[in-house]
């Protein structure tokens, strides 16, 4: 999707653990999410892909004193694995961003900044002949045939008959009734602004494009890119439908401007030229969707918010597995435990709910 932040991470702050008993599996995580930056890297390398690619690592920040212990934990975590990082505080951490919100920050290597819209562009215009592309043709149902004679997809202008089908559908699976008791969407929205004028940049010291992730769960994203625009990312929500109208994206857009302003007081006025929805899923354990679903039904999935490497290693893989090719990654994707069963609705969505309150009200010196 071209709705994401363009993070290409390996590491995952919020789903670090720090004991010994567990080292092991976030190892196996790490590697797997290795993996997907490597896949995107070669991909990107062999196709030519112009998508602003900076492998300058990415940086996990905090304003608030009490999350500092957390960012030290985990690079305490980070050098057991003996993963290239480094503590950010003071002027140099200020120096970096360009702001003085954040009062420590740790940087790590394995970070990778793009533009998803020109990657997943770049791979549309590279697919290979014997693969065809309908856009504007939404699935509106499908149907399994019988055993052998595979699924037929019912979409506006026609009907698509296979033999195999793959399902990477990602945050819809369970609206697609695929996983539905073991996976579930996430809402999120994201505002950029307009190229800074030279004044502008010149204002918060021209720093180098960065990306931060915020040391609290919920707590915001920020990039500033390549072509000198800052993007804000700031709001996680249980959205009833796929998109959100023009009064919804105003209201999440006025958060956007007030986690801007916060950041950066010196850049007057809304800069903001773009705000958008996305979706994410998520599973109750951090767990991927990587599984033949029944004979000839193959489905990938439920990234937990890390989908850029993992969604084009999953794609890749998932056809390799339905077309009895078994390679070594998929074998590192199977180490990986599967989603647990999660408690049926309405539970669920009080649940959800109730958690996104607490981590709200968690965050709020993070947004």
Known sequence: SARNSGFLVDS??????????????YRKKYDIKHAGVEAVQRLVAELDIDCDLEANGKIHATAVKDHEK?????????????LKHKILEGEELHQRLGSSYY?????????????PAKLARGMVENLPEQVELYENAPVLNWRKRSHTEGYQLYT??????CQKLI???????????????????????????RPLTEKEDESIGRPAPWGVLSAQSMGATVRLTKDRRILMRNTVEAWPAINMKFTDLKTRKA???????RRFPRLGGDLFESTWSGTICISGNNAHVF?????????????????????????????????????????LIQTNSKPMLLPPQPFLRWGVGLRLLRDRFLARHEQ
Request: charged share 15%; net charge negative.
């Open 156 to 161: 506006p202008s026609g009907q698509v008959t």
């Open 12 to 25: 995952i702050l919020n789903e670090g653990h720090f004991s010994a008993s567990n080292l092991e599996e």
């Open 255 to 261: 958060k956007h401007l007030e986690g801007l302003k």
């Open 70 to 82: 957390k960012l030290l934990n985990f690079s305490k975590l980070l050098s057991e694995l003996e």
């Open 291 to 331: 599984t033949e679903v029944e004979y000839g039904m193959y489905a990938a999935g439920c990234y937990n918010a890390s989908g850029i490497g993992l969604a084009v290693l999953f794609g890749t893989e998932i056809a390799n597995l339905a077309s009895g090719n078994m390679t070594d990654s998929i074998a």
């Open 167 to 193: 399902v990477t559908v990602n945050s819809f699976m369970a609206s697609c009734g695929v996983k539905s008791n073991r996976t579930f969407p996430l809402t999120l929205t994201a505002s950029m602004t």
């Open 103 to 115: 009062c420590m920050g740790l940087w790590t290597e394995g970070g990778i900044l793009l533009q």
